[in-house]
């Protein structure tokens, strides 16, 4: 049986499947169903010491797409602390506190994160990317997801908070502003243990275009730019986890789009030790986790992996740069059998190579170039890449 336990930064996971923070991690109730399905950790809903505005659940779905989120209840620290207490009571999990400060003081960074370790919290998380909530800042109160794109204050945080907590510190980064990595190195200057990277981005979201343009928020035709999670961001966020694994010798949580468990192994192989998942989970349920789970555990046993650590960042080695790259001769072959003759290969507008003949595509390998949109748009699979 293979071993799917890691150290994430001093935080001991049986497994490395976290439910991120959101609605799946804001009541005990979720918090055992995330744990009946073999989740090994929960980053709670967000906690502040008290919230600026009670929001409603605001959120425009695209189901292939993801979810823009205007508005989520938060937690006020009574209601954080209570539910670490009940967490740690009534499950096993590991809990880790995603939290942010007053706008008007940065101590209370420090101050909130000591009552949730008293509470019997893991780990900290500090949410340095909240799209919708101001917090404190060396210059004073910023957005959250502005705070995360300013090193020094990000350095100030962390500071605030590991001087105050001795248990893990984890910083969730955003991806706005293109200076994740001055982030993540400040960060790791000023002693953060772990680095949260996902792709964190606002989004606008979708629009009722016959009536003036309003935000297609159920429940209100206006509202902010949120935050944008699901699947579109899981190669974003294997790019900023490639580039962060690279640059920092921090451990990584993951996250951003995974909804299989062969993007957890992808995330792993880009330098990820953990993964935090959301918005797959919110579609289909906790019963996703267990598929998560035993899927990565078959592969590990399948690929003779003994540990998450052999394979972790093991794809870093090939991000090269464009002109370092070595180009092999290859064609698209089509298998004639599994062809249905759709003819949506035929119709590449850019392919020179593929002809229609007798109810069947065909490819000429001297005319092909190997780009593989072929492979990608099969709706039966009938087509590879070879060598020629
Ligand atoms: C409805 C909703 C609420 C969320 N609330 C929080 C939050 O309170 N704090 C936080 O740091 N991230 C929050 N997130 C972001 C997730 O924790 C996660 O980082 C993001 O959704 C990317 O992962 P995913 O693509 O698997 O969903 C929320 C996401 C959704 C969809």
């Known amino acids: 049986m293979a071993d799917l336990s890691v150290n994430v930064g001093g935080l001991k996971l049986k497994n490395p499947v976290i439910i991120a923070s959101g609605p799946l991690t804001a009541k005990i109730e979720r918090l055992k169903k995330a744990e009946e399905n073999g989740a090994a950790a929960v980053s709670l809903k967000h906690s502040l010491l008290k919230q600026q505005f009670i929001s409603k659940p605001r959120w425009y779905v695209e189901k292939n797409v993801g ?38 003081d940065i101590a209370t960074w420090g101050q909130l994160a000591k009552a949730f370790e008293e509470a019997g919290a893991d780990a900290i998380e500090l949410n340095l990317n909240c799209p919708n909530l101001h917090t404190a800042s060396v210059t004073g109160p910023a957005l959250g997801a502005n705070l995360g794109t300013d090193p020094d204050s990000c350095a100030a945080v962390v500071r605030v908070v590991k ?54 928020y159920p429940g209100s035709s206006a509202g902010n730019f949120g935050g944008n999670s699901g699947p579109w961001s899981r190669l974003i966020s294997n790019r900023f986890i490639a580039d962060v694994a690279k640059a920092c010798p921090k451990p990584i949580m993951g996250g951003g789009g995974i909804g299989k468990w062969e993007h957890i192994v992808e995330s792993i192989m880009y330098g990820s030790t953990a993964v935090q998942v959301c918005t797959s989970v919110m579609f289909e349920g906790y019963e996703l986790v267990n598929k998560f789970i035993q899927g990565l555990s078959e592969f590990m046993e399948q690929q003779g992996y003994a540990s998450i650590e052999e394979f972790r960042g093991i794809a870093l080695k090939n991000v090269l740069k464009p002109g370092q790259i070595k180009y092999t001769n290859i064609s698209a072959f089509i298998e004639e059998e599994k062809c249905t003759g759709c003819r949506k290969c035929e119709k590449l507008p850019t392919c020179e190579a593929i002809s229609y003949q007798e109810g069947k595509c065909k490819v000429d390998p001297k005319a092909c170039v190997g780009c593989g949109l072929c492979v990608g748009i099969c709706p039966v699979k009938a087509i590879k890449i070879v060598a020629v």
């Open 67 to 104: 979810i823009v989120v205007s508005g989520d209840p938060r937690l006020n620290v009574e209601e954080a602390q209570d539910l670490i207490q009940k967490a740690k009571e009534e499950t096993e999990l590991k809990v880790i506190v995603n939290m942010s400060a007053l706008p008007t």
């Open 163 to 216: 001087d105050s907590v001795s248990i893990p510190v984890i910083a969730k980064l955003p991806t706005e502003g293109g200076r994740i990595l001055q982030v993540a190195a400040a960060c790791a200057e000023a002693g953060i243990d772990v680095l949260n990277v996902h792709a964190g981005f606002r989004a606008a979201p979708g629009l009722n275009i016959y009536n003036g343009g309003e935000f297609l």
